[in-house]
Nanobody, 125 residues
Framework: QVQLVESGGGLVQAGGSLRLSCAASGRTFSNYLMGWFRQAPGKEREFVAAISWSGGRIYYADSVKGRFTISRDNAKNTVSLQMNSLKPEDTAVYYC??????????????????WGQGTQVTVSS
C-alpha cells in the first residue's frame, strides 16, 4: 500500500506559477511510476504528467507541455509539479498518483494503482 499526500495548491493569477508536491509513504517509492492528474468542475479527470522511477522517461499532456515540469526526489519520496504560465483553464483539483508498472499505460488510461486526496488549484483571470 502507498499513501500519497499532495500540497502546494492555492489561488494564483493568470500567468503566475505554483509548485505542487506529493509525499509518498508505505512502500519503496523508487519502484513506482509517479504522476499527476486533474479534474475541473463538470469534467472528467484527465492525465497531466508522469515520470519513471529514474526520472529518465517523462510524459506530458499536450495542454501543459512547455509550461509544466514534473520531477521526483527518490531520497525524499516526493514528486513535484512546477506549473508556470498558468491559465484559467488550468483550474482543477490536482491528484498525485502512483503505479507499480514500469510502463505508462495505466497513467495514460487513467487507472494507476494509488491516488492522493487532491489539492485545489484556482487560476483567476
Amino acid at each position: 500500500q502507498v499513501q500519497l499526500v499532495e500540497s502546494g495548491g492555492g489561488l494564483v493569477q493568470a500567468g503566475g506559477s505554483l509548485r505542487l508536491s506529493c509525499a509518498a509513504s508505505g512502500r519503496t517509492f523508487s519502484n513506482y511510476l509517479m504522476g499527476w492528474f486533474r479534474q475541473a468542475p463538470g469534467k472528467e479527470r484527465e492525465f497531466v504528467a508522469a515520470i519513471s522511477w529514474s526520472g529518465g522517461r517523462i510524459y506530458y499532456a499536450d495542454s501543459v507541455k512547455g509550461r509544466f515540469t514534473i520531477s521526483r526526489d527518490n531520497a525524499k519520496n516526493t514528486v513535484s509539479l512546477q506549473m508556470n504560465s498558468l491559465k484559467p483553464e488550468d483550474t482543477a483539483v490536482y491528484y498525485c498518483a502512483a503505479d507499480r508498472s514500469q510502463y505508462f499505460s495505466a497513467f495514460l488510461a487513467g487507472t494507476p494503482d494509488y491516488w492522493g486526496q487532491g489539492t485545489q488549484v484556482t487560476v483567476s483571470s
